[in-house]
């Protein structure tokens, strides 16, 4: 549906972009549960991110921007704002010097497209990602994770753009303020537009080991973990001050779930802990976000009883009222 607004509260219209209303969002993220977005837009420039932020400024509308939905909740009740999903997915590659080459590439980008891309001009290093779902936007966001290997290591600049202002600003990785999990876009006052990565330029045969690097971790990923109908990790691992109360201040909140015993066991509804990975929810078809709280409020509860601490989501909880976790 395309600005059937009800007569009784009709929005500014920004001209030119066409923002449409009630739009699902069950098909638009990994656990496949959640309501509707109240509005809801797909930039393809930045311009039009510009004045799409400009319609929710307008309308006083609550923002929420959206890349592959790979680790995010979306309540039964949906959003009721303005969801915004860059499809910025343009790339470009500059050699630097003999050894390494820039590669800019637009937020909307996925993952998968990126590395196959990088691979195809003979740029290795963003391989280590290979198998996880997610776009640009979403993984500078979260400062994206595996092993040893963190986004920011790879990072040299990026463009975001300001919610109140529109305004595209250019910046250096410090402006992240990278941690574990973190990255200034938390703080949702700006949005990633590009990031820009600089890769290791490398020889044919490099290449072709780093495409097989990235067949193992795949393998590997594809053995270990649930590959649909899950954010990922859905609690996110304990600071350090989080655990020092207990016995082996493991900050390791798989450690935690594992003792507890509700691997492939605990289900509430269309939801349950996998049995291959304590920390990774799983939904089948008509499973409900709410479904999805019960199983994580009840293994809070689990760890706190017999741990004393609480595990905290790494997974966004968007258009809920209250925080249930
Ligand atoms: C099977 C599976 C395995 C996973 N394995 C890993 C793993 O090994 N390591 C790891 O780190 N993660 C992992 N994840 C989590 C997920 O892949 C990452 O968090 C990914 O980066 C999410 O990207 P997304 O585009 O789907 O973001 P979304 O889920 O759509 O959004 C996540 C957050 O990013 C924000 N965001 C998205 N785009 C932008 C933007 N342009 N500007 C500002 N903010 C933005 C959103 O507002 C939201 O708050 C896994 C998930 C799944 C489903």
Redo the contacts with the bound molecule.
Sequence with gaps: MVNQIPQSHIPTITPHIQIEQNVPLADKN?FKTGGLAKFYFEPTTPEQFAQALGFARENKLEI?????????LISDEGFDGLVIR?RLVDMSAQQVDGHTALVKAG?GTTFHDLIEYCLNKNLISLEEFSG????V???V??N???YEFLLEQFIVNAQIIHKETGKIITVDPTWFKFGYDASN?QNKEY??VSATFQLKLATDLEVALARGRRQEIIRHRERR???TN????FFRNFLPNEVENTEKKLIYVAYYLDKIGVKGELTVGGATVSYQHANMLVTKPGATSTDIIKVAQIMQQKVFEQFGIKPQPEC?LIGFKNNPL
Excluded: D, K
Aim: contains cysteine; glycine residues 18%.
């Design positions: 990994w929420f921007v959206l890349g592959q939905g790979a680790n995010i860059p937020a996880i779902p997610g776009t936007g979403g993984s966001y979260i994206l994770h595996y876009l949005y990633l973990y649930p590959q899950t954010c990922g990790s966004q």
